[in-house]
């Protein structure tokens, strides 16, 4: 019998260690022969660093990943959620593409600091242009365009750029081992019996939104 995909319920921001759970999950399936991956994706977005690197992971992986939009994909996680080969969305879901922004928190800043980082947001904002455009039919232009008039895309929006290959309320078969990463005050990941005797497994993660 073919084994089911892992399942991994992303509903978090993209930070470190939610980003670092979701790479430990996948190395962990693949050290025990998982082929493939459903990813659930809910997320208001966060690091453009941690989501830049875990798309570049998805991509290069051996295995099959499919994302899944199940609520509101934004920001850097559009970015995420292009990490899969194959990808959907619920009928009732957004996506958000907004520009890139840096936080100043009392820091002083010179001439030269202020152009270094100037700098790295336009790479940056370069950067995604060219991740959603290699997986849509926009071009880099055109997605940059949309990206800085802070585009919402409904799923049939979605789908006719190319970001969406379908649409699908069905999340994963019954009896999946689902893991679930979230983001919540909590000091260590929970582990629990699932009815159909699977494994479920919970990281939390502790942060602030980026």
Known sequence: ???KPTVIKFFAPVIDITINALMSAIDKGMAQGVTEFIILISCPGGSVFHGLSAYNYLKGLPVSITTHNFGSVDSIGVVLFCG??????????RFLLHGVGAGFRN???EESQLEERLKGLKIDME????VIAANTSKAVDGVTKAILER???NPEEAKAWGLVHDIKSELFEIGSEVISIQHQQQQRP???P???GHSNRSYSAIGHFV
Do not use: D, H, Y
Request: charged share 25%; glycine share 6%; hydrophobic share 30%.
């Open 194 to 196: 699932s009815p159909n």
């Open 1 to 3: 019998m073919p084994r």
């Open 127 to 130: 950067n995604i242009a060219k």
């Open 107 to 109: 820091e002083r800043l």
């Open 84 to 93: 899969g080969g194959k990808r959907l969305s619920v009928p009732q879901a």
């Open 190 to 192: 929970q582990r629990w």
């Open 151 to 153: 585009t919402t895309l």
